[in-house]
C-alpha cells in the first residue's frame, strides 16, 4: 500500500506529545494532586514524542520494505 | 455520579484524533480502485500491521470495558480469556488454517466453505455471520453512547448548544457511525487496519499511565496482593472444583469449553480476525499475523484486566476531588456505597440500588475502567485517555462493518443476487454495503437502548452460532472424506443442539428465560454463566463432530484433485526452507507457547 502507517502513527504521537508536555510544563500545577502529585502529562507527554519520533524515523528512513514475492 | 472536568485540551487532543482518523482514509481514497483494493487490502499489508490489526480488531471497547469489569469481578482468572482463551488457538490459526485459508485465494470464510463444501454451507455461515455483524457493532455504538451519557461527557457542549441532556445518546450515536462511515466507505478494509493499529497504540498510551500510578499507589503488585482475596491474584487456584473459583467453573469445563471449542471457534473460522490475515502480502506474513498478534495479546491483561482489580483495592470512601470545569469550582461526588472505585449499581427502573437474588448490593463492574481514568487522570492526559477508550469502541465498529461489507458483497450479492457483474459494480456494491450496514448498526444501537435484553440476546447468538463451528473447520481442513451433506448436516444440529443445551439448562441465581430454560424443564443448573456458555460449547461441538462423520461417510465424497489447497492431506507445504530459522512462522509459534506457559505458571 502507498501509504506507511508508521507516518501517521508518528505524527499523532509526536503531536500528542508536544501538547501534553507544553500543557504540563506552562499549565495549571495544581491539577496533579490526582496523579500522587506526579505530572504525568509532562512526563507522558516526553514519552510519546519519542515513541513518535522514533516512529517517524523507521517510516521516513527508506520507503516500506515491499514484500517478498512468493 | 462522576462529573467528567474535560478541558479545552482534551477536546483538542479527542478532536486531533479524529481528525487522523478521517485523513487516512480521504488519503487512502485514490488507491480504492478494484473490489480487492477495497475488501481485502490489495493483500499487500505488512506482517507487523495486520497483527496489530488482527489483536485489535478484536479489542473493542466491550472487550476493554468487560475486561476491566471481569478483573474486578474475578481477579486475574479474567486472564483465562487471554492465556487459555486466545493465545493456543492464535497459534494454531497461524501454523495450521492459515495455509488454507491463504493458500485457497478464498475472499472470505464463507467463501472459503463454499471451495470447501457446498452452497448451503457457505449461505448458513454468510448469514449468520452477516448478522451477528450488524449486532455486535451495533451494541458497540450502544455501549459507546450509554457510557457519555454515564461519564457526563457531553454536558458542557450540549448546555453550550442549547440541547437537552437526552440529546446525549442520539449525538453519541450519530457522530460515531458518521465516523466510521467516513473512514471505512473512503479507505475500506486498509483504513479500518490502519485505524485499528493507530487504536492499538493509543490503548497502550492510554492505559500504560493509569497501571503506573495504579500500582504505584497501592504499593506494586505484592501491595495489591495484600489487599485482593487470595483468589484474585492466582488464575489456577480452586479450579479443580466449581465452588472454590470465582468464575465457577473447574478445569476440565474451562480448557475445553472455552480453550478449545470457544476459543477455535472464534479465533480460527470469525472472519473478522481472520480477514486482517487474509490481507497480508504473503503467505508467511499471512502465517505470522495471528502469531504476531499474540506477542502483545499475551501481556494486554496488565492493561485491561489489572487496572480492573485496582480499582477494586483502593480505599473506599476516598476523598472528595474539586475540578475546575469552564472556571467554576465543582465538587466531584464520591460514590457513597460501593467498593474500591466500584459503585454499586443504580437500577434504572427503580433509581434505587440494585440487589441480587440473596440482597446483597450489586457492584456496577462495568464503570471499573472510566472511574480508574477520572480518579488518576488530570485534564490533558484525561482526554488521551477517554480517546484511547473511544477509539476502542469505532475500531470495534468499524472491524465489524468490513467484515459485514465483504460477506454481503461476495458471499450474498455475488452469490445469491447479482452474479457476474463487472469487477467495478462489487466495489461500489462495498462502499452501498457500508452505507447500509452503519444504517443498520444503528437501528441495532436504538434496538439494544429500547430493550435491556439484546445484549443477553448477542451473547445466545454468539454462543449458538459460534459453538459447533470448529468441528466443521477442524474435519473440513485435516479429514479429506468430509462431505458438504455432512458438513450442512454438522452445523445444522450442532447449533439445534446448541440451544437445545440453552433451553434445558440454567445457571445458578438467573430465572427463566433468556439465560435459559425456556424449553419448559430445567434439567441441570449450572453454577455460574460461565459455566453454562462453555458447557453449551462442548455439547454443540460434539454433536457437530460426530454427526459430520456419520453423515459424511455416508455421502459420496469429492474426488481428490478438487479437494487440493483445501485438505492438510493434499496440500502443499508452506516452502519456507529460504527463511532464517528464527523467521519462520513455527519458531514464533512455539515462543508464544512458552511464553504463555511460563505466564500461567508465574500467576499460577
Same mark, same amino acid.
Given at each position: 500500500?502507498?501509504?506507511?502507517i508508521r507516518?501517521? =502513527?508518528?505524527?499523532?504521537?509526536? +503531536? ?6 507544553? !500543557?504540563? @510544563?506552562l ?5 496533579y ?6 505530572n =504525568?502529562?509532562?512526563?507522558?507527554? +516526553? ?6 519520533? !522514533?516512529? @517517524?524515523f523507521?517510516?521516513l528512513?527508506?520507503?516500506a520494505?515491499?514484500?517478498?514475492p512468493? | ?69 471481569s478483573?474486578?469481578?474475578?481477579g ?9 482463551g ?7 490459526v ?21 471451495l ?51 440529546y ?11 465516523i466510521?462511515l ?44 495484600t489487599?485482593l ?36 471457534g ?38 485491561v484486566?489489572?487496572p ?49 437474588s ?6 456496577d463492574?462495568?464503570l ?26 469505532m ?41 447500509f ?54 452445523l ?30 430445567v ?28 453423515v ?24 519456507e ?23 500461567n505458571l508465574?500467576?499460577?
Open positions: 500500500m502507498n501509504l506507511d507516518l501517521p =502513527i508518528g505524527m499523532m504521537f509526536t +503531536l500528542f506529545g508536544v501538547i501534553l508536555a507544553a !500543557f504540563g @510544563l499549565g495549571n500545577q495544581q491539577i494532586q490526582r496523579s500522587l502529585g506526579i =504525568i502529562n509532562f512526563g507522558w507527554g +516526553l514519552v510519546m514524542i519519542v515513541f513518535g519520533v !522514533f516512529m @517517524l523507521l517510516g528512513r527508506k520507503p520494505k515491499p514484500t517478498a512468493k | 455520579m462522576n462529573l467528567t472536568a474535560l478541558t479545552a485540551i482534551d477536546w483538542v487532543i479527542m478532536f486531533l484524533y479524529f481528525a487522523f482518523v478521517l485523513g487516512i482514509g480521504v488519503f487512502l481514497k485514490k488507491y480504492m480502485k478494484t473490489s480487492t483494493d477495497f475488501f481485502l487490502a490489495g493483500r499487500a499489508l505488512p506482517a507487523w500491521v495486520c497483527g496489530l490489526a488482527f489483536m485489535a480488531a478484536n479489542l473493542g471497547a466491550v472487550e476493554v470495558i468487560g475486561m476491566g469489569a478483573g474486578a469481578k474475578y486475574i482468572a479474567t486472564c483465562h480469556f487471554y492465556w487459555i486466545a493465545i493456543p488457538a492464535m497459534v494454531f497461524g501454523l495450521f488454517m492459515m495455509p488454507f485459508y491463504y493458500g485457497s485465494r478464498a475472499r472470505s470464510v464463507p467463501e472459503f466453505l463454499r470447501r463444501f457446498d452452497e448451503k454451507t457457505r449461505g448458513f455461515n454468510a448469514f449468520s455471520f452477516a448478522v451477528m455483524t450488524i449486532l455486535s457493532s451495533g451494541i458497540s455504538m450502544y455501549a459507546m453512547a450509554k457510557l457519555i451519557q454515564v461519564l457526563h461527557i457531553l454536558d458542557v457542549p450540549l448546555a453550550k448548544l442549547g440541547l437537552p441532556l437526552s446525549t445518546f442520539h449525538v453519541s450515536v450519530i457522530v460515531s457511525a458518521l466510521v467516513g473512514y471505512v466507505f473512503l479507505g475500506g478494509l486498509t483504513s479500518a487496519i490502519y485505524n485499528e493499529v493507530l487504536q492499538f497504540f493509543l490503548i497502550v498510551a492510554g492505559f500504560l499511565p493509569l497501571v503506573f500510578l495504579g500500582l504505584k499507589n497501592v504499593g506494586g503488585w505484592s501491595g495489591l496482593k489487599q482475596p487470595t483468589a484474585f491474584t492466582h488464575s489456577w487456584q480452586g479450579m479443580t472444583n466449581v465452588h472454590n473459583n470465582p468464575l465457577g467453573v473447574e478445569w476440565f469445563g474451562l480448557v475445553m469449553g472455552l480453550g478449545f471449542t470457544l476459543s477455535f472464534y479465533w480460527c473460522t470469525n472472519f473478522l480476525v481472520v480477514q486482517r490475515a487474509m490481507a497480508a502480502g504473503s503467505m508467511t506474513d499471512a502465517r505470522r499475523t495471528p502469531l504476531i498478534a499474540a506477542l502483545p495479546k499475551m501481556v494486554f491483561p496488565a492493561l484486566i489489572l480492573g482489580m485496582i480499582a477494586l483495592a483502593l480505599p473506599t470512601p476516598r476523598q472528595a476531588i474539586t475540578v475546575n470545569v469552564n472556571g467554576v469550582q465543582q465538587v466531584m461526588k464520591v460514590n457513597t456505597a460501593g467498593q474500591g472505585l466500584i459503585p454499586v449499581k443504580i437500577d434504572v427502573a427503580t433509581g434505587k440500588q440494585a440487589v441480587d440473596e440482597g446483597k448490593p450489586v457492584l463492574y462495568d471499573a475502567i472510566p472511574n480508574m481514568l477520572l480518579h488518576y487522570f488530570p485534564t490533558g492526559i484525561l482526554g488521551l485517555g477517554l480517546t484511547a477508550l473511544l477509539a476502542s469502541f475500531s470495534g465498529m468499524a472491524g465489524n462493518v468490513t467484515a459485514f461489507n465483504t460477506v454481503w458483497t461476495y458471499d450474498i450479492y455475488q452469490a445469491y443476487i447479482h452474479k457476474g457483474a463487472p469487477d467495478k459494480h462489487y466495489l461500489h456494491m462495498g462502499q452501498f454495503a457500508t452505507v450496514g452503519v444504517a443498520l448498526s444503528i437501528v441495532a444501537a436504538y434496538a439494544a437502548n429500547h430493550y435491556n435484553n439484546l445484549m443477553d440476546f448477542l451473547q445466545l447468538v454468539f454462543a449458538v452460532v459460534n459453538a459447533p463451528l470448529f468441528a466443521t473447520f477442524l474435519l473440513g481442513m485435516f479429514w479429506k472424506r468430509t462431505t458438504g451433506h455432512g458438513a450442512f448436516a454438522g445444522a444440529t450442532g447449533t439445534t443442539a446448541a440451544l437445545m443445551h440453552l433451553g434445558l439448562t440454567l445457571p445458578h441465581g438467573d430465572v427463566v428465560g433468556m439465560k435459559g430454560g425456556w424449553l419448559g424443564a434439567l441441570h443448573t449450572y453454577p455460574s454463566e460461565m459455566a453454562q456458555n462453555f458447557w453449551t460449547a462442548i455439547f454443540a461441538f460434539m454433536i457437530c463432530f460426530v454427526i459430520t462423520i456419520g459424511s461417510l455416508a455421502t459420496k465424497p469429492r474426488e481428490d484433485k478438487e479437494l487440493v489447497g483445501l485438505v492438510y492431506s493434499l496440500t502443499e507445504k508452506p516452502n526452507g529460504h527463511l532464517a530459522w528464527y523467521a519462520r512462522p513455527v519458531f514464533l509459534g512455539v515462543v508464544v507457547l512458552v511464553l504463555a506457559t511460563v505466564l508465574i500467576f499460577r
